[in-house]
């Protein structure tokens, strides 16, 4: 070549002139700002002419804030960002917060009330008032120089309704109508509060057995009086009032206990004379809170009966043989419902 490259005076740190290819160099350190630099150009005469001139460098700042996301659960004050600037960089490197960081957030806009940033940490903390739904919230990024470099970004944060129905269960009679359950929202909540019909809706789920109904404002189980004995599983469906409303369902248990009521009586006949001492055993007798029948009961005879004294299970009708000894008997027999298994009870 002709030439000859050198530095002249003081370069800033990290910025350095290659003098073999002309080239000025740029460390990753360097802060952004704009720099000028002083070189000299010489020929290569004996004894060289030479010349300055100063350029200049401008190191741009990288700011770049990454897009996150993040849940909170509504009516539980949560953080739902831990830090913002967790995955974000300034002038390559990772930012950091607080006094000893080289960078700051605010936010930008308008945030909607109950979700707030904590500038020193960088969290997004989401009050527990705030309604479920999806927010998008927007910070600034800046470093630390003067006057600051900044960039924002959009991050979103999903607050889930926290519909919270709990199984419960009761019991009713056969044969009375009766109130199992008096209310299914008792121990739900919505949406971190109890569950009631200003915050709530019910509905059943699925298809309820005859007789057995759900009142959708006061939240009742209720049993209608000819419902058959059994354990029973009803599903219903707690919503929250939002608009599109969000829902969730339980199981309860209804027991329906059966109701067999055989009711003591007593009949005579006299001896050497075939008769009928008791004409039905269940004229008296119930079932499930209905008069017992042939319909809707069976009859058996209990232990061992004296001889000649027999159960016509078909009529009810306890009948003595002329050849029946003279005395007082004790005669137990078992009624029973129809349903499957039967529900039974005896007396004597």
């Known amino acids: 070549g002709n030439a000859t490259l050198a530095t002249s005076g003081t ?19 360097v802060v952004p700002g704009t720099y000028s630099v002083d070189y000299q150009l010489c020929d290569k005469s004996t004894p060289a002419n030479c010349k300055t001139m100063t350029d200049t460098v401008t190191v741009n700042a990288v700011i770049t804030p990454v897009t996150e996301s993040g849940a909170a659960s509504a009516g539980t ?63 600034q990024l800046c470093d630390k120089n003067s006057p600051p470099n900044c960039k924002t970004v959009t991050d979103s944060v999903t607050v ?39 915050n709530s809706t019910l509905a059943t789920s699925g298809t309820w057995p005859t ?7 006061s939240g009742a189980i209720n049993v209608a009086a000819n419902t058959a004995p059994g354990t029973y599983s009803l599903t219903y469906q707690l919503c929250d009032k939002n608009s599109t409303p969000n829902c969730k369902t339980v199981t309860d248990t209804v027991t329906v206990s059966a109701v067999i009521n055989p009711v003591a009586e007593t009949g005579a006949a006299s001896a050497g004379t075939a008769s009928t001492a008791i004409l039905n055993v ?14 809707n009961s069976t009859l058996a005879a209990v232990g061992s009966w004296p001889t000649g004294i027999t159960l016509d299970t078909a009529t009810g009708a306890i009948n003595v043989a002329a050849n029946a000894a003279p005395g ?16 039974c009870a005896t007396v004597t």
């Open 77 to 139: 004050a949560s953080t739902a960002i831990a830090n913002v600037a967790a995955n974000d960089s300034v002038n390559g490197v990772a930012a950091t917060l607080g006094a000893t960081g080289n960078a700051t957030v605010a936010t930008s806009g308008t945030w909607p009330t109950g979700i707030t940033l904590d500038t020193t940490t960088g969290a997004i903390n989401v009050a527990a008032s705030v309604v479920p739904g999806t927010y998008d919230v927007t910070y």
């Open 282 to 295: 269940r004229a008296n007798d119930t079932v499930n809170g209905a008069p017992a029948t042939a319909a």
């Open 328 to 343: 007082t008997y004790s005669l137990t027999y078992q009624l029973c419902d129809k349903s499957t298994p039967p529900n």
């Open 11 to 29: 370069w800033p740190t990290g910025i350095t002139l290659d003098t073999a290819s002309g080239a000025i160099n740029v460390a990753a350190s």
């Open 160 to 198: 889930n309704a926290a519909i919270v129905p709990v199984t419960e269960s009761g019991t009713a009679s056969a044969g009375t109508a009766s109130t199992a359950i008096a209310n299914v929202r008792a121990n739900d909540t919505v949406n971190g509060a109890p569950a009631t019909a200003a």
């Open 211 to 217: 007789g057995i109904t759900l009142d959708t404002a």
